[in-house]
């Protein structure tokens, strides 16, 4: 069964520096969402993704941000200058969407990136 | 407004218990689905069930039983004899209308299944 599938599993990096997170969305879908975790809070939205363009983001997602699709296969999430607050769960996740019908499009998650800012 | 409520921060049973995790929903949309997501120690997301605004049957699977009440915009979830293993944080989530809408995450609960 094709599966979202994210890289790395597990990240750690000093306060100031930029990561990318990387995130292989199903083949044949057409939008892709990233998705913050704080330890021990809810899952929260950050931002959506459909035809090379955001759709949507969260007041979350502010300037230290940015999403790239670079390729045919690739979904990056990017952090500019990390923070201390920055260390969380990132799930990345796709759906199929296209024609416009009454229910919505699942959305298929990965298994997270854990990103650790010290 | 999206909402999802989790009003049990966290629940403590001993094994073979019976256990139901409480959820609430808001929307105004009229077609939407909800889910259940079960997130083990390690921090993936497990899927556990899908259920859409048009199918008001309850499920049963295994252990799990899921009971949808839209009167009461409620999707309760049940675990029967409850497993150590049973031990996580559960989410409930709200997927809205359209193509991209981001999904709505109650705020879990954490069940201990003490041996």
């Known amino acids: 069964e094709p599966e979202v599938t994210q890289t790395p599993s597990h990240q750690v990096t000093q306060m100031g520096q930029e990561v990318i997170l990387r995130c292989v969305p199903i083949?044949?879908?057409?939008?892709f969402y990233w998705y913050r975790q704080i330890l021990g809070q809810k899952v929260e939205f950050l931002v959506s993704?459909?035809?090379?363009?955001?759709?949507?983001k969260s007041e979350i997602f502010d300037d230290q941000f940015s999403v790239e699709r670079p390729d045919g296969s690739n979904f990056t999430l990017k952090i500019r200058s990390t923070k201390l607050e920055d260390s969380a769960m990132y799930f990345c996740?796709?759906?199929?969407?296209?024609?416009?019908?009454?229910?919505?499009?699942?959305?298929?998650f990965g298994p997270g990136t854990r990103l650790t800012v010290t | 407004a999206q909402k999802v409520t989790q009003a049990q921060t966290e629940i403590s049973v001993v094994e073979k218990e019976d256990v139901t995790l409480d959820c609430v929903y808001e929307?105004?949309?009229?077609?939407?689905?909800l889910f259940w997501y079960k997130q083990p120690p390690s921090g993936e997301l497990v899927f556990l069930i899908r259920?859409?605004?048009?199918?008001?049957q309850n499920e049963i699977s295994g252990r799990y039983s899921w009971n949808f009440q839209k009167s009461t915009s409620s999707f309760n979830f049940t675990i029967t004899a409850s497993q150590v293993v049973d031990s996580a944080v559960y989410f409930c989530?709200?997927?809205?209308?359209?193509?991209?809408?981001?999904?709505?995450f109650g705020a879990g609960t954490r069940l201990t299944v003490k041996p």
């Open positions: 996740a796709s759906s199929e969407g296209g024609e416009a019908r009454n229910l919505p499009y699942e959305q298929y």
């Open positions: 083949s044949n879908h057409l939008y």
């Open positions: 993704f459909y035809n090379n363009e955001i759709s949507e």
């Open positions: 929307t105004r949309d009229t077609t939407y689905y």
């Open positions: 259920r859409n605004s048009f199918d008001e």
């Open positions: 989530a709200l997927s809205p209308s359209g193509n991209n809408n981001d999904m709505r």
